[in-house]
Nanobody, 124 residues
Framework: EVHLVESGGGSVQPGGSLRLTCVAS????????MAWFRQTPGRDREGIAC???????TTEPSVRGRFTISKDVITNTLFLQMDRLKSEDSGMYYC??????????????????WGQGTQVTVSQ
């Protein structure tokens, strides 16, 4: 079992950068499938990037080349580096963890553990 706490959100102008952090307590995240999701009003939660226990990464096409998911197993922390931000990147960002292999790591079903979210706002 893991407890997840996100931070690092905020307001930024288009073209700017933010680094989201998700600190995990409990189990080590090294054996978990980890992911970042985004939710905006009126839309379903969407997968942004996931990092499998074995290290393979999948990134949603609209953020590919701009967002990077990574982890630090020493500090038990998941990161999302977001560069060249656009207004459509705005939303509440959540980190999620699964102890088990998932058929689609960018689909929210299957992730048992969730953080409380951190808000990202990209505007002039």
């Amino acid at each position: 079992e893991v407890h997840l706490v996100e931070s690092g959100g905020g307001s930024v102008q288009p073209g700017g950068s933010l680094r989201l952090t998700c600190v995990a307590s409990g189990d080590t995240i090294d054996t978990y499938w980890m992911a970042w999701f985004r939710q905006t009003p009126g839309r379903d939660r969407e997968g942004i990037a996931c990092l499998r226990a074995g290290g393979r990464i999948t990134t949603e096409p609209s953020v590919r080349g701009r967002f990077t998911i990574s982890k630090d197993v020493i500090t038990n922390t998941l990161f999302l580096q977001m560069d060249r931000l656009k207004s459509e990147d705005s939303g509440m960002y959540y980190c999620a963890a699964s102890q088990f292999e998932l058929a689609d790591c960018l689909f929210d079903i299957g992730y048992r553990y969730w953080g409380q979210g951190t808000q990202v706002t990209v505007s002039q």
